[in-house]
C-alpha cells in the first residue's frame, strides 16, 4: 500500500512531545495527551489536540473579561483544519491550514516528517523560532 494510502483514516493521539536546543524533553499537553487526526481520502485534514485534567487557573488571575474557562481552552487545547498532500519520496506530509484554534495559523503551511510503523504514526517537525522540535506519535483508531 502506498503511504498517501496508508495516511488515510483516523489515528488516536499516544504522545506530543517538544525536544529543546539542549536536547531537553517537554510535554506541552502533559504527559497524557488526547487528540485525534483525520487524514481524509480526498485530501482533507482534521487535527485536535488536548490537555486533560488540566486545573483553570484562578479568576483573579486574568485580564477583564477572559474567563477561567476560556483561558483553559486557550491554554490547554488546540486544533486546526485544511487540506494536506504527501510527498512519499521525501516521507513528508504537509498541511495546509485552512483555519485554526490559533487565528494566526490560518494560511499556515506545516510541512512534518512521516514514519509509519505498522498502525503507528509519528509526525516530526524542524525546531521552530523559539528552538523546540515537536513529536507528536500517533495510533491508528478502529
Known sequence: MRDAQALVGCWELVSYT???ADGSVLFPMGESPRGLLVYG???ELS?????PGAEPPPADSLPAGITPDL???YGCYSSYFGR???DEQ???VTHFVQGASVLGWAGAV???AYQLDNHQLTLTAEANAQGYA???RWQRTG
Open 18 to 20: 517538544l525536544t529543546t
Open 41 to 43: 481520502s480526498t485530501g
Open 47 to 51: 487535527v485536535h489536540l488536548m490537555q
Open 71 to 73: 483561558a483553559l481552552s
Open 84 to 86: 494536506y498532500e504527501v
Open 90 to 92: 521525501r516521507n513528508e
Open 110 to 112: 506545516f510541512p512534518r
Open 134 to 136: 515537536p513529536a507528536l
